[in-house]
C-alpha cells in the first residue's frame, strides 16, 4: 500500500509506515556455527578407523600417524612432544575448534592430493604442533620454541551454546593462514566454492580517506591547490612504526604542517570533517568466507564485477558470524616446487623443500657474501665479504631486508629469521645492536633475570613470544601473558593500568625484585610497537633458506624456475631483466629466442637457457599452436612470411619475432629491413605473392626489388605486368610509413637491435649499450661505476628504469630521484638544487625542458655515494629514436 500524507488517504483507509512494510526477520546470530566436517570413508580406509569414529578422535588418528612417520616417538624430547600434542589436543576439543582445524586440514590435503604447491606456515599457525603433524605447517614448534598460545588462547576464546548448538566468537577465534601455488590459486577457490556450494563468497573491503589522501584531495579540491604542493604537505603527516598519524595529531605535532594549516583553514576544516568516511569499496585479496548454512541467512551478499558472490558485510563483520579463510597465492611457493620438478627430469636429483637442512652451512655462507663454487665473493667499502646475488631470495631481495642481511650477516636460521623481524617499521632501529651481537657477540644486558630469554637477540626484546616469555618467568600462565600482550599492543587504556597493577602485585607475590618488573614493563610498551610473531618469521626464514639453497646450489634450475614465472608478474620484462643481470655472475646466458632452437617456454641449452618464444612482449599464450606449426626450416623468407601466414600468426607478431632475433643467423638482412619486408608481404594478394614466390630468386629474395620487378618488367599471360602502375601506387602508398620507419631505423641497426630486444624481452642478448654506439665506448658500466670507492667520480650510460617527480628532503633541499640500469647492474641516481646551483633547473634546460622520463636512455657524470646511490651532476638524455609502431612514426 502506498504512502500517502492524509493518514486516512482518499479512500479512507489506514497508511503504512515505511518500515512496516518489511517482513520481520529472526536470525540466530549468536556467533560463528562452524561449517560441518563429514569424514568421508577413504579417510576411514586410509587410516584404518571405525566407520563411526567422531571428528575428535579422527584428528588425534591423524596426529598419531604422521608422529610416527615423523619417527618423533623415537627421539630425545619424545615425552616434550607427547605432552605438546595432548596439551593442543584438549584445548582445541574444550574450545570447539577440531571442525575448523579439519576444515583448513581438507583444504589442505586437496591441495596435496592434487600437487598444488604450499607454503611452510604462516603467521602464528606455525606455533601449533597440531597444525604441524597434519602438514598445514612444516615448522616443527618444538625445535624452535614456538608457543601454541599465540596461536590459540584458552583464556580468551570464548563459546556459547543456544539450543545444543555451539556457537564461537569469531573475533576471537583462531585463524589459519594458506600459502598455496600462485598460478594454481583459483583452483583451490574453485574447490571451495563446488565444496560448500552456496556457503561460501569473497569479503568486501571498505577504503577510507587516510590523513594523507585526504589532505591532498582537499587541498587540491577545496583549496585550488597544485598536485605538488600538496605531495609536500602531505609528506609532512608522520608515519610511526608503519601508521600513518592522524592530521590533528600531526597539526600539534608538526609545526610546518600546522602553518600551512593556519594559512589554509578551509582545507584543513574540510579535511578533519572527511577524514576516515569510506572512500570506496572492494574485494579482499586473499579471504574467503565459509558458513555453516546458506551464506545469505548470516550475511547480505552482492555481485563483484566478475558476478561473483561477495559479503556486503567488511571483514570484521562478516567473520562475527562466520568463518574466514585466508588462501594466499604466494610465488615463491611456485618457484620452488618448479626448481625441484625440473631437477628431478633433467638431472634425476630428488629433492623435497620441507627436507632441505635449515641448518646447512653452505645457506649462510652465500648469505653472508662468502660464495661456494664458481661465484666470485663481493667485498663491502670496509672489505667484508656482501651479498650481491639477492634476486629470487624470498624476503631477502626486497631492499629494506637486504641491508639488514647486508650488516648482520646470518650464520643459522634463527639469525635468518630476526632478520626478517628487523626489516620492519620500529625495529629498523636495533639493526646496529642486533648485527655488533651476531658480528662481534656484544651483548647489552637490560637485567641478569631475563638474560636466557634475550641473550639470543643481541639484549633486543624482538619477538612477541620473548614478551610472553619475560611475563612467564615472573610467575603469568602464557595464557595469561598473551592476553597481556595483546592488551598492551592494542593499547587498552583501562585494562593497561589492571595489567601494571598485576605485574606488580606478581613480582611482589614471587619475591623478585621490583625493578625486574619495572624493566618488564618499560619491554612491554616499547616492544609493543616493533615486536614480532616469530612463528611467522621462522616460516618465512625457512622458505628464505631453501631459496637460497637452490639458488646457489643449482643456479640454472632455479632461475629457470624464476623466468617461468615471470609471465605471472605484473610487469614480466622488469623481472626477466632483474635475472639477465645477474645470470652472467653465474656463468649462464640467457640466450636469445629462436625460431627452430627456441621453445615455447624458457628452457635448459646445455650450460645456458635459452629464451621462450612466448615471453616476447606481445605474443600471447594463445598463440603457441600457431607458433608450433609456423616452427620450420625455411629456406627464404619468402617461406617465412607465407608460414606465418598459414599458421595464423598476424604480421605484428611475426615482426615481434624478426625485431627480438628469433630470425637472426637464418637469413642475413637487417631485422628493421625485414620487418618492413613482411609489412609489404602483407600487402600484397594470394595472385602476386605466388608470382613473387616464382620469381624471388631473381632478386636474393628482396621483396622490395621483386615487387618493383613485378610491376616493370615480369608481365601475365595477357602481356600485362603483373602489378599495374595503379595497383602499385596503392601498394606504396600503404607501404610508405614503413619504408620511413625502416629509413629512420637504419642508421644504426646495432642500436636498433639493442633497442628491439630490451623493449621486447626486457634485456639485451647482441651487443650492449656501450657496444651500439662508438660516442658511448669510452664511457663505464653501472657495476663498474658502483663497484668503485666512496666519493669517486663516474660515468656511465643506461636507462631510466623508474623516475621519480622532483621532491625535498627532509631538510628542505629540492632534488629529483631516477633509477638507472644496464645490463650489468641497477642504481640510484639522486641530483640536488641548491641556492648556488640550481642543477635540477639545469637538467631541464639540457633536455628540452623537461627532466628524464621512463625508458629514456641517459649519461651520467657524478659522485659514487653509499650502497647502491649516486649523486648526479650531470644528466644527458641520448636523443635517438627508434620506432617499433606504425603510430610512433605518424605521433613523430
Not at 620441507?354 to 653472508?368: A, G, R
Not at 650477516?409 to 620492519?424: D, G, H, I
Not at 593499547?491 to 595489567?499: A, F, T
Request: positive net charge.
Amino acid at each position: 500500500m502506498p504512502l500517502t500524507k492524509n493518514p486516512k488517504g482518499k479512500e479512507g483507509k489506514k497508511a503504512t509506515s515505511f518500515s512496516s512494510r518489511f517482513k520481520k526477520l529472526n536470525l540466530p546470530l549468536h556467533g560463528v556455527r562452524l561449517p560441518q566436517f563429514h569424514i568421508e570413508e577413504r579417510y576411514i580406509q586410509q587410516f584404518g578407523l571405525k566407520p563411526d569414529i567422531n571428528t575428535y578422535d579422527f584428528l588425534r588418528e591423524v596426529c598419531l600417524k604422521r608422529f610416527a612417520e615423523l619417527r618423533l616417538d623415537q627421539s630425545k624430547g619424545k615425552k616434550t612432544y607427547i605432552d605438546r600434542i595432548k596439551y593442543e589436543l584438549e584445548i582445541l576439543k574444550d574450545l570447539d575448534f577440531t571442525e575448523y582445524i579439519l576444515l583448513v586440514w581438507k583444504v589442505v590435503s586437496y591441495c596435496r592430493e592434487n600437487d598444488i604447491p604450499l607454503g611452510l606456515g604462516r603467521g602464528s599457525a606455525a606455533g601449533s604442533m597440531v597444525l604441524y603433524l597434519l602438514q598445514i605447517t612444516q615448522i616443527d614448534p618444538v625445535k624452535y620454541d614456538l608457543f601454541f598460545e599465540r596461536f590459540v588462547s584458552k583464556a580468551r576464546a570464548k563459546k556459547t551454546i543456544v539450543d545444543g548448538v555451539t556457537y564461537l566468537d569469531g573475533s576471537l577465534m583462531c585463524d589459519v593462514d594458506v600459502d598455496v601455488c600462485y598460478y594454481r590459486r583459483q583452483e583451490v577457490l574453485k574447490y571451495l566454492k563446488e565444496e560448500f556450494s552456496g556457503n561460501t563468497s569473497k569479503i568486501l573491503t571498505l577504503n577510507t580517506l587516510s590523513g594523507k589522501l585526504v589532505m591532498k584531495e582537499c587541498g587540491k579540491v577545496a583549496g585550488g591547490k597544485e598536485e605538488a604542493e600538496m605531495n609536500s604537505i602531505s609528506k609532512l603527516i608522520p608515519k610511526v612504526f608503519g601508521q600513518v598519524k592522524d592530521i590533528a595529531e600531526a597539526y600539534d605535532e608538526v609545526p610546518k604542517f600546522a602553518e600551512w594549516c593556519d594559512k589554509n583553514p578551509k582545507v584543513y576544516k574540510i579535511a578533519l570533517k572527511l577524514r576516515g568516511l569510506v572512500k570506496n569499496k572492494g574485494v579482499h585479496p586473499s579471504a574467503i568466507l565459509l558458513s555453516h548454512s546458506k551464506l545469505v541467512e548470516s550475511c547480505p551478499c552482492e555481485l563483484d564485477s566478475s558476478k561473483e558472490p561477495v559479503s556486503s558485510f567488511d571483514m570484521d563483520w562478516s567473520q562475527m558470524f562466520n568463518v574466514k579463510l585466508d588462501v594466499l597465492g604466494l610465488r615463491t611457493t611456485s618457484v620452488v616446487d618448479a626448481c625441484c620438478k625440473i631437477l628431478k627430469k633433467t638431472k634425476n636429483i630428488d629433492i623435497k623443500a620441507d627436507e632441505v637442512d635449515l641448518d646447512d652451512p653452505f645457506i649462510y655462507q652465500n648469505l653472508t657474501g662468502v660464495h661456494s663454487g664458481d661465484i666470485t665473493p663481493t667485498k663491502d667499502s670496509d672489505g667484508n665479504y656482501e651479498l650481491r646475488h639477492r634476486h629470487g631470495l624470498f624476503q631477502i631481495e626486497a631492499d629494506a631486508n637486504y641491508e639488514v642481511c647486508r650488516k648482520v650477516k646470518p650464520k643459522n636460521l634463527e639469525e635468518l629469521s630476526a632478520v626478517l623481524a628487523l626489516a620492519r617499521p620500529g625495529a629498523m632501529q636495533f639493526v646496529d645492536q642486533f648485527a655488533a651481537y651476531t658480528n662481534n657477540d656484544v651483548y647489552e644486558v637490560i637485567h641478569p633475570f631475563f638474560d636466557d630469554i634475550l641473550k639470543s637477540t643481541g639484549g633486543v626484546c624482538l619477538y612477541q613470544e620473548q614478551m610472553m616469555k619475560m611475563a612467564h618467568k615472573i610467575g603469568f600462565t602464557l595464557d595469561d601473558a598473551e592476553l597481556l600482550r595483546r592488551i598492551v599492543g592494542k593499547k587498552k587504556v583501562n585494562e593497561v593500568k589492571k595489567w601494571k597493577k598485576k605485574i606488580k602485585d606478581k613480582v611482589k607475590e614471587n619475591n623478585l625484585e621490583k625493578e625486574i618488573g619495572d624493566i618488564l614493563w618499560e619491554v612491554l610498551e616499547d616492544s609493543a610497537n616493533y615486536s614480532f610473531n616469530k612463528s611467522h618469521s621462522i616460516s618465512y626464514a625457512s622458505l628464505a633458506a631453501i631459496t637460497a639453497f637452490l639458488k646457489f646450489k643449482y643456479p640454472q634450475e632455479f632461475f629457470l624456475a624464476l623466468l617461468r614465472m615471470t609471465r605471472y608478474e605484473p610487469d614480466p620484462m622488469v623481472e626477466i631483466s632483474k635475472i639477465a643481470r645477474e645470470l652472467p655472475k653465474f656463468k649462464i646466458k640467457l640466450l636469445g629466442p629462436h625460431l627452430m632452437k627456441s621453445e615455447m617456454d624458457f628452457s635448459i641449452e646445455g650450460k645456458d637457457i635459452r629464451f621462450g618464444l612466448t615471453s616476447i612482449k606481445g605474443i600471447a599464450e594463445k598463440s603457441i599452436k600457431k607458433l608450433e606449426s609456423f616452427k620450420d626450416q625455411y629456406s627464404n623468407k619468402f617461406e617465412v612470411f607465407q608460414g606465418a601466414n598459414e599458421a595464423g600468426i598476424g604480421v605484428g607478431i611475426l615482426s615481434a619475432l624478426i625485431q627480438a632475433g628469433s630470425l637472426d643467423g637464418v637469413f642475413n638482412k637487417p631485422r628493421s629491413y625485414m620487418v618492413a619486408e613482411a609489412q609489404l608481404w602483407n600487402l600484397l594478394t594470394q595472385r602476386e605473392k605466388t608470382r613473387a614466390f616464382e620469381v624471388g630468386s631473381q632478386k636474393e629474395f628482396d621483396l622490395r626489388a621483386v615487387v618493383k620487378m613485378m610491376t616493370e618488367e615480369i608481365k601475365d599471360e595477357k602481356g600485362k605486368p603483373v602489378i599495374k602502375e595503379s595497383r602499385y601506387g596503392t601498394i606504396k602508398k600503404h607501404f610508405l610509413p614503413y619504408r620511413d620507419i625502416y629509413n629512420k631505423n637504419k642508421a644504426n641497426e646495432d642500436f636498433a637491435n639493442w633497442y628491439y630486444e630490451n623493449a621486447l624481452l626486457g634485456y639485451t642478448h647482441g651487443k650492449n649499450l656501450k657496444q651500439v654506439h662508438r660516442d658511448y665506448s669510452h664511457l663505464d658500466s653501472v657495476e663498474n661505476s658502483l663497484n668503485k670507492d666512496q666519493r669517486s667520480s663516474v660515468n656511465f650510460i643506461g636507462t631510466v628504469e623508474e623516475a621519480f617527480s622532483p621532491t625535498k628532503s627532509k631538510k628542505g633541499t629540492p632534488y629529483f630521484k631516477i633509477q638507472v640500469k644496464d645490463e650489468s647492474s641497477i642504481c640510484n641516481v639522486l641530483m640536488f638544487s641548491n641556492k648556488n646551483n640550481d642543477n635540477i633547473q639545469k637538467c631541464r634546460d639540457m633536455n628540452g625542458g623537461i627532466l628524464p622520463a621512463k625508458g629514456s636512455i641517459v649519461i651520467v657524470k657524478g659522485q659514487k655515494m653509499e650502497g647502491d646511490t649516486i649523486f648526479a651532476d650531470l644528466i644527458k638524455v641520448q636523443d635517438q629514436k627508434i620506432y617499433m609502431k606504425l603510430s610512433e612514426i605518424k605521433k613523430a
